[in-house]
Structures are given as C-alpha cells and as structure tokens.
C-alpha cells in the first residue's frame, strides 16, 4: 500500500499558513498605497447614461474617465455618488483613478468647490510628521508650510494615498494644489513628480 504524499495534519497547516498570508496581505494592502493615479481639474460633463464624467486640468487637457455604482465621491451633502456632480460644472474636483488611455475608471472623487485651487512647485526641505505638514521650497526660495489632512490625496507616482499616510522625503520634488483657510494652506492634491536628491 502506498504512503499518502501529504497527511491530514500537513494539508491542515499549509491551509493555516495560507490563511495567514492572505490576511497579512490584505492587512499591508489596506494600510499602503491604492494603485492608480490622481488628478486635479474642474468638472466640464458628468455623462449618466454613458457613465462618465469629463474633468479638464490645469494644463487645458480634458480627461474622459468612466465611473460605476461603486465610484465615491466625498465632500457632498447631496451624497457618495458621482451623479451628485451633474449641474455642478465648472467646480474643481480630485480624482483618484485606475487604468491608463480611454480605459481610466475612477475609483474616488473629492469635491473641492468652485474655486480653482492654487499651485506650489518645489522641492521638500522639511516634513512635520504629528502636525502633518510639508515644507516645500519654491524656485524662487521662498519656503511655503503646506498642511496634509484626511481629504488630501498624494500620487506618489507609484500609487495614491491619504494626506495622513504620507511621508514627505527632503529633496522630493513635488506639486500642491491647496486652497487657503484661516492662514493657513491646505492641500487637495500632492504629486510627487521627481526622486528625493
């Protein structure tokens, strides 16, 4: 008679073993970065029938992304979803997204209000990690305190994150489009566009 090639005992702790890597998986997945990108721009058309929503950035390029039932969108009374935003044309949103050419889906929309946000470019030279704050040092050196909340999305190049899971590296490079409040700068979307010197 032949010897089993696995006993009962063995199938039991390659499943328990298994297990556990699925949950540390998931667990590390959670707490890092979701894949995708972001982009800033203001609402142009919200397609319901067609499911989506055209965004036009700072650079003039307008940006066709489709949506689902599952799409969120934060910073609405009227509710999470992206039909929310149909007659809001020409107010300013943050969308994070996945796929790239005519297959980009998004996946969470933040409403930012009618206001375009403004524009730093620099270079990290600081990074306050309890108050959640970045210090980025113009072109022309002058140094700007920018404040990472919840609400603020950083594309890392890699993948997006929140504002309150991100720390900033000196030498990074980077893109805020903040809004102002109470004196202070408050950032919608950071994108890191260059490696830490």
């Known amino acids: ?18 297990a556990l890597l699925i949950a540390l998986g998931i ?8 894949a995708g990108h972001a982009i800033i721009g203001e609402v142009r058309k919200v397609d319901r029938e067609a499911g989506k929503i055209v965004v036009k950035t700072a650079d003039g390029t307008e940006e066709t992304l489709k949506f ?25 949103v943050v969308v994070h ?7 980009k889906t998004a996946v ?7 206001e375009a946000p403004r524009v730093i470019e620099g270079t990290v030279v600081g ?10 040092k113009t072109p022309a050196g002058a140094e700007e ?21 991100y720390t900033a590296r000196e030498g990074e490079r980077v893109t805020a489009h903040y809004s102002e409040a109470g004196g202070r ?13």
């Open 185 to 197: 700068k408050f950032v919608h979307l950071l994108k890191r566009v260059g490696k830490a010197l």
């Open 145 to 165: 305190t920018l404040h990472l909340t919840e609400r603020c999305m950083v594309d890392t190049g890699k993948g997006v994150v929140k504002g309150t899971e």
């Open 27 to 34: 667990g590390v997945s959670a707490q890092g970065q979701s």
């Open 97 to 103: 997204y996945v796929g790239e050419g005519a297959e």
């Open 1 to 18: 008679m032949r010897k089993p090639l696995m006993s009962v005992s063995m199938f039991r702790r390659i499943g328990v073993a298994f």
């Open 68 to 92: 689902t039932e599952r799409t969120t969108v934060h910073g609405l009374k009227e509710g999470g979803k992206v039909t929310a935003l149909a007659g809001r044309e020409g107010s300013h």
């Open 108 to 114: 969470g929309i933040e409403y930012v209000g009618k």
């Open 127 to 136: 990074a306050g990690k309890m108050a959640r704050t970045v210090v980025v």
